[in-house]
């Protein structure tokens, strides 16, 4: 029997399993380390007769035999690799041999205490929770627990930085708590990081799609405690459409439905309205996400602090006639004449539609036309320098 073949048999009867492998050379030296969540499957394929990269296919010429070690799960086949790529400095390996660890999440001992991205396990008492399988996943889960639970992302420290700058935007819009105005004592922060502790170390499962044979089982299999992520489901043609099947085989995981995505929420799709439309789930509700940043907007709408500036982005005007009203009058200001023009003549009944440089375009329902009625002094010329730049006072 051909020591390939004999490779190959081994690798069949492998278990279908968390686990790490190691490969071997004739001088029975560790050559690659590597983890799988399902270690026949990973293994057999090196000794399959299919097409491989450069670096693999001259490791797999190499190989004489190999080991492997079985896991409880993918957390722990991910830590045993890390540790031994570094016992053993595989010649194949190029992760993780410059003395770099997996990253980790790690909740700082501090008055205030902070999400943090690391690779270093120190002998603190801060806590750590990990590793992840790439510094993205980290960084999206602090963005994620920062966003919901309205943590700092900022850097200044606390409670050293408490009142020495005013708020920033963040706090505006009621993305983050504010420590730096004084009002958050340590032990209301400590108790809304108790709660990132706990849902950094509860079991998260991850869905190959969100809906299917996959998402279905890993649903079903959720204990109380634990969380599923689903893949996607933006690009399900489905999602747009808001087709019957779609949104049943969504609403079927659930009895609570909860919308906490601000940024799409006002998207007449199957995720975001279909099923509560349909009456598919028993209970559904808006997330304190969402209900923090419809307060903030709420106020900032109907009793702003004038004077004020208020930025709005995007090309449909008719989005923000609204916004526009109530935070401006009667008065719609264009930059410039050809856009004001175009407005004026569908909106030119509801607002006085004037340029920066004070052209009057329509004035209560009346189209004026081109540059005529001209307001002197009214607006600042676009070519007016106000300020270099920003400033953080500003």
Do not use: W
């Not at 998260?204 to 809906?211: G, H, L, R, S, Y």
């Amino acid at each position: 029997m051909s020591i390939l073949q004999r490779l190959r048999d081994k690798a069949n009867s492998l278990p279908t399993v968390p686990g790490v492998y190691i490969m071997k050379d004739k001088a029975n030296t560790v050559i690659y380390v590597g983890k799988s969540r399902k270690l026949k499957a990973r293994v057999s394929q090196y000794f399959q007769n299919s097409e491989k990269n450069i670096k693999t296919a001259n490791m797999v010429r190499q190989v004489k035999d190999f080991d492997y070690y079985v896991c409880d799960t993918e957390i722990e086949a991910l830590s045993l690799e890390n540790t031994l790529i570094k016992q053993y400095n595989p010649k194949y390996n190029i992760r993780l041999k410059d003395a770099k660890s997996y990253p980790y999440i790690k909740i700082t001992d501090e008055e205030y205490p902070r999400l943090v991205f690391t690779r270093k396990r120190e002998k603190d008492k801060a806590r750590y929770y990990g590793p992840y399988s790439g510094s993205g996943t980290a960084y999206s889960l602090i963005e994620l627990l920062s966003r919901t639970l309205r943590l700092p992302t900022c850097s200044r420290r606390f409670p050293k930085d408490i009142g020495r700058e005013r708020p920033c935007i963040y706090y505006q819009m009621g993305r983050c708590s504010g420590i730096c105005t004084g009002k958050v004592t340590p032990e209301e922060h400590k108790a809304t990081m108790r709660y990132a502790a706990e849902l950094l170390g509860g079991k998260v499962t991850f869905a190959t799609d969100v809906i299917g044979a996959d998402a279905k089982a890993k649903v079903e299999a959720c204990k109380e405690g634990e969380c599923v992520l689903l893949e996607n489901l933006r690009f399900h043609k489905g999602e747009e459409k808001k087709t019957p099947e779609f949104m049943q085989a969504l609403a079927s995981y659930c009895e609570v439905y909860v919308n906490d995505a601000f940024g799409t929420a006002h998207r007449s799709h199957s995720s975001t309205a279909g099923i509560v439309e349909e009456g598919l789930v028993t209970v559904a509700a808006c997330g304190f996400l969402i209900e923090k940043e419809l307060s903030v907007m709420a106020d900032t709408l109907e009793n702003p602090d004038r004077p004020f500036v208020a930025i709005l982005g995007g090309a449909k005007v008719a989005d923000k006639l609204n916004v526009i009203s109530n935070l401006l009058g009667n008065t719609l200001v264009c930059d410039n004449i050809a856009n004001a023009t175009a407005i004026a003549k569908k909106y030119g009944n509801m607002f006085k539609i004037v340029t920066l440089d004070g052209d009057v375009i329509a004035t209560s329902g009346s189209m004026t036309g081109g540059s005529r009625g001209k307001e002197a002094g009214s607006f600042l010329s676009t070519e007016r320098k106000i300020q270099e730049r920003f400033i953080s006072s500003a």
